[in-house]
């Protein structure tokens, strides 16, 4: 089969994607060397895409509690309870709660459905817990949700500002291009992060600035740009309003260097060097994500840098502008459509009299809604309080990834009806399920998606729909029919729920048009606009941009009782809650455990050792990770990321701990600054469990890990060895088994002559191959040094996975630096692969090598 063009379904870089299916079914997966967003290449994770998609695990059939049934008697009872709902409660009583992963077609008819034909705007997405406030913000500056740049901006600038974003893992190709531009032309690079994070690899200058000092420091830069005559005078008069206070409300805070240094927790000297790279270089381009996005008061954080690339006109030019780098891959699609519940449609807002009765005509909405829906905090709230008494959740997991986590599993256990459409069978969020719907995975659905940089490409399928599995956009068009809407809802295929889609965008006078888009190849919108804003016409009544008058406000404090900030973010090689990556074992190797990363000194204070476990507690909630002692961590700040579940860990739950805060304009929740406490929390053995079982075993603490062949945890608790050891693999006929002082207990099972399971437990380190031990459960015959933990002779134990697509060890690359002389990125690649292929690894390879040199320094 020839190679389908497609694209990349995580992140918001949007990267193209040939995919080829052999005849046996097996998908070859490369990067699309004609993609604009990514000319070839692929991050480690966009590289596994291929590993992802066996069958395993799949919902392949509509479900029903837990009975398997059709898809009409699911679909008749999904369109019958809303219909009840409705009857008896009123439109709001119903909510969608719906996901950036959608494709544009399946969000469009979600958000029609919702506000056309139900009446209420009750339809959020996931996108609020990434995206929101930087939509708040722009609308609040341009007029209109617009990113006003490209990615072939943060090529051309002189200066690269990344302000919350550990782009090396969260964007990886965009970060590789970046470096390849500042490699090139000597592109400086400052990056803006409390955590010294792998970005910083890059970085001229890093600042890591306390949490919730954002608005401070772009204040600071503001008034000094003025008092330094680096506005753009013209482009501020022309372009640009500003009410008649904004320049004394500024001066209301102390502007010295000094000053904002204290307020920041930064070097006086650094935030000078910072205030004058930027007024010397026109061409700069802001980047942000989540760290600015994430906030308590994230609208501010993104107005404040909107506010500086406005008085200095550094705008829509080549090189010069301000850029937000989106999470997931259609977040930009969902806001296009209206996705958001205080949006209606088409990028029209509620208070749009005549845009709104433009959407009700085309659509021919008998009920269009009139007011902003609840937004995903809210929504699950209401839900909680019963308010809610329907709601229909498509493609995401809230039961993981929403912050306060308790109350919104306790919302989901005690609603009268939540059906569930996903690709898998098995979901936190799934648990809580009335009504299973099967949805298409990746390489299976067909439609579009807009990356970050307002460039739409194509998702096409190249396997066929496994078992009843079905588009979303044909299920709710499906619900949307027995509600009553059929005429409406009618369409046959994905390309013919896009030309609607398209039609609405190009009878509104908003910016968002998607006519003349061309959909065959990856195009901007509107059509052939890299660019917006160049020419200083923004989507206002007097077609000038804002500036906004802000005051830092102050974030919730640590305290006595929890005297750390605790923030949270993703991992290299992991997406959301690993419902796709969690099963590929060669993204699971290189951070396998839940992790709290920790600065050394805090360590020290609070008595942690690096690899023991530590509970971390909140005002909402505790869960236990192992401790990372991390120089780049800011003193005073824990970080723990998102990707556990309660299917993939005991007890490592980000979601249990962040606080909900929100942005009072976006409704975006303040992940990023949680007040906390951690606690070593003592285990008198850990270990390791390879078994044909996917039950969790009976430990204190346990993580599943991607394994071959068999099923992988990784264990520790209390109490005696042996007792441990018959809890969690009961003594069986056959059954061998090894003690000794050093090397602790270890036992294996068998049925029949084939390995069940193996368990290692020691009290000091539990030692063995996981990998070759895994590999014992596909052997024709078991190697009789099993109980040995790898075969006589064997290499020592290669060390956490560094590389992901060689799987090369943290010992084997020192051993190769220090061995082989290796002094750069490119001789380790030379030597071993690493680094060659996706590139993911570059930032930790540069790490090795930087404290190598530090250790024969010293
Ligand atoms: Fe996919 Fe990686 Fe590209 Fe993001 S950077 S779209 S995850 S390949």
Redesign the pocket.
Known sequence: MAGVRTT?P??G???GVIATADDAGAVSVHGDPDHPA?FGR??S??AALGETLGLDGRLLHPMVGGDKVGWDAALDLVADRFAGAIRDHGPDSVAFYVSGQLLTEDYYVANKLMKGFIGSGNIDTNSRLCMASTVAAQVRSFGEDIVPGCYDDLEQADLVVLVGSNTAWC????FQRLAAARTARGTRVVVIDPRRTETCDIADLHLPLAPGSDVRLWNGLLVHLRNAGALDADYLADHVEAPADFWTTLAGDDQSAAAIATDCGLAEADVQAFFALFAACPRTVTAWSQGSNQSRSGTDNVTAILNVHLATGRIGKPGASPFSLTGQ?NAMGGREVGGLANSLAAHIGFDDAIGAETVRRFWNAPALARKPGLKAVDLFQALGAGKIKALWIIATNPAVSMPELAGIRSALANAPFVVVSDVVAHTDTLAFADVRLPALAWGEKDGSVTNSERRVSRQRPFLPPPGEARADWWALAQVAARLGYSAEFDWPDAAAVRAEHVALTALTSRRLSLAGVDDTAPAHWPAHSPRLFGDGRFPTDNAKARLVAIRPRCPAAANPALPFILNTGRIRDQWHTMTRTGSVVRLGGHRPKPFVAIHPDDAVRQQLADGGLARVTTGYGAALFRVLIDPGQRRGSLFVPIHWSLATAADGRAGLLANADPDPMSGQPGFKHTPAAIAAHATDWHGFLLSRSAAAPAADWWVRVAADGCQRFEIAGSGCLADAADAILPRGPMMSEFRDANRGLRRALYDDGRLEAVLFLATGTATGSRDWLAAQFGALEVDGALLAGGPAGAPADTGPQVCACFNIGLHTLTAAIRDLRCSDVAAIGAALGAGTNCGSCKPELAKLLQDARQAVDA
């Open positions: 990349c995580y992140c870089v949007g990267c990514n692929l991050c994770k966009g964007h990886p190709v965009l891959p």
